[in-house]
């Protein structure tokens, strides 16, 4: 099974500011990754496929980058409604599908 | 526009049976593999079952083998996740999703997920 470990747990930033977050992977995905992002009371919403490409709809300031096991989601410049929780996903070696624990972006 | 709408979920006793339901609209469903994640209150996303785009092909994570069965109607545009003898740990609110690939000569499953349905809350509880 493909473990995916997300960090930090928790990343406290104001708006207007940089977010990096990271998904490490037990062995390689190559570049089979997604993130996804959820709001309170929302379903999770697809925003990066294959490691860097941008889901339909996603504004610029999303972008993905890595390959193999280390994996970066960067929000340029957080805007209020970018305080989320954001899942990183892989399905290149499964059963089991996995995501990882989650990364929550709150306002500091 | 594509929208999945999952429905079935409620409360039950442990040991007892529930089937959700995920009716697909606004692209072609037979083109595309499905599949169940679910998420526990407060807990993160956790994959359920996956089936293929003819039905012919599933897999299911451990703790609900021989217990759950998903399905699909293609002809009802419908997924389905048949659920026998619920326990707690099954409490949590399922979702079904969209493949984002339709599936290839030689590819029955796709990588990601790119339409979620509103999720259904199953709830174990004596």
């Known amino acids: 099974e493909i473990v995916l470990i997300q960090s930090p747990a928790t990343l406290s930033l104001s708006p207007g500011e940089r977010a990096t977050l990271s998904c490490r992977a037990s062995q390689s995905v190559s570049s089979y990754l997604a993130w996804y992002q959820q709001k309170p009371g929302q379903a999770p919403r697809l925003l990066i496929y294959?490691?860097?490409n941008r889901a339909t709809g996603i504004p610029a300031r999303f972008s993905g980058s890595g390959s193999g096991t280390d994996f970066t989601l960067t929000i340029s410049s957080l805007e209020p409604e970018d305080f989320a929780v954001y899942y990183c996903q892989q399905r290149t070696n499964w059963p089991p599908l996995t995501f990882g624990g989650g990364t929550k972006v709150e306002i500091k | 526009e594509v929208q999945l709408l999952d429905s079935g979920g409620g409360l039950v006793q442990p040991g007892g049976s529930l089937r959700l339901s995920c009716a697909a609209s606004g692209f072609t469903f037979n083109n595309y593999a499905m599949t169940w994640v679910r998420q526990a209150p407060g807990k993160g996303l956790e994959w359920v079952s996956s089936?293929?785009?003819?039905?012919?092909?599933?897999y299911y994570t451990d703790s609900i083998k021989g217990r759950f069965t998903i399905s699909r109607d293609n002809s009802k545009n419908t997924l389905y996740l048949q659920m026998n003898n619920l326990r707690a740990e099954d409490t949590a609110l399922y979702y079904c999703?969209?493949?984002?690939?339709?599936?290839?000569?030689?590819?029955?499953?796709?990588?990601?997920?790119?339409?979620w349905g509103q999720g259904t809350l199953v709830t174990v509880s004596s």
């Open positions: 294959g490691a860097s």
């Open positions: 089936i293929s785009s003819s039905g012919g092909n599933t």
């Open positions: 999703a969209k493949d984002r690939d339709p599936v290839g000569p030689t590819r029955f499953f796709g990588y990601y997920f790119d339409y």
